[in-house]
Each structure stands twice: as structure tokens, then as C-alpha cells.
């Protein structure tokens, strides 16, 4: 199937999970996206589904925190983990979290694939670690999106995809492909839609 067929159809908000026991049956291919909050997650998903406002739901502070189902035609579901980092989130909120989070990583045998979205201006930062360490342990293969392009000058990607590089190396779980994005601009849309529908 290709990125054009895969997201033809409209893709539907399934359903907001908060324990395990909420998750759809594991019966089709599933990706996950993940980041810290601000990185450009909800503004990538909907560049990538040609839809405004669709994931929003999960992006304020302290809210509690859901993994949101969406269906990709009839094949795949996209899975938009809340975005991780907030400085002032309860401790209760942030524990319960991590604990659906690792739960979740580590036991959904149709999880193929986490796309790990990274600033192109910052690379990888310490307050990714925890996502990537997470995901190697979880045997969860990962590729690094990187967002908002378009603010970085292109003779300064050189350095920011030599430091993702480097730091890809030290993760057993990293897929070696950086996807260069700017949902502002589409640039990589079409690339990561198509690198979405070679995951089965
Ligand atoms: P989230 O918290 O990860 O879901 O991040 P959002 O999608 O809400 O984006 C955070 C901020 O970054 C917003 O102000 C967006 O307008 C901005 N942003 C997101 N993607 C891009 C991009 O590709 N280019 C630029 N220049 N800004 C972006």
C-alpha cells in the first residue's frame, strides 16, 4: 500500500485510552508518535491526516493524560502518545503516565514502529532519553522525525542530523532514517506518510 492510499481516507479519532484495559483489539499494524510537549506533534499528525484540530485533545498541562487511537484506512492504527517534559505536571499525573506508557511499550504486539519527533533546532536532549531508553528496552524500533524544519538554515542541518546520528547510535532500537519535517511548510509529509504504509 502506499502513503497516498494509506491516508486517502479520512482518518477517525478512535477512542482516548487510560489504562490497558481500554485498548482496541490488536488486530491491524500500529505506529506510535511520541515527544516532548511543544516539539510539533500535534501539528505533524494533522499535517500528515490533512486535518485541522484533530490532535489536540491531549496537549494541555495537567490534563489527564490519554493515548489517543486514530484509524488509518482499515489497516493501521496512528497512536498519539501526550506529549512528555512538562516542567509543572503533578507527580501523580506524570507516575500515571509513565506507568500506562511502559505498559503499554512494552505489551502491544502490534506496536511495529515509534516515531520520535525532535526538534531540528535542538536535536536530542536529555529529556528524550527517557523515551528512547524506554524503547530499546521495550524491543519498540524507533525513527526520529525531525520537526520545524524550516527554522533551521540548511547549512545548519549538517550538525543537527551528525549530533541525532551520534546519538542513535547508542540506542539498539533506533532506525537508522532521520525524516526531516516541517509541518509548516509540508516539507517530509509525503515521505513520512510513505514510510508509514512500508510498516507492517
Ligand atoms: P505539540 O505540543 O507537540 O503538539 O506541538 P504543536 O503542534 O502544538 O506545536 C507547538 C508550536 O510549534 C506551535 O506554536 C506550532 O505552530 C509550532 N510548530 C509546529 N510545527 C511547526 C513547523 O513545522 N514549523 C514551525 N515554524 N512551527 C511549527
Known sequence: RTGEALFRRETDFLKGVVA???LPPADRVEVCFAGRSNVGKSSLINALTSRKGLARASNTPGRTQEINFFTLSD????VDLPGYGFANAPLKVVEAWQRLLKAYLAGRPTLRRAFVLIDARHGI????????ELLDRSAVTFQ???????????KDIERVLDQVRGELAKHPAAFPEIVLTSSDKGDGIDTLRAIIATVA
Open 75 to 78: 489497516s493501521h492504527y496512528l
Open 125 to 132: 536532549k536529555s529529556v528524550d532519553n527517557e523515551i528512547l
Open 20 to 22: 490497558m484495559n481500554g
Open 144 to 154: 526520529v522525525v525531525l520537526t520545524k524544519a524550516d527554522k533551521v538554515k540548511a
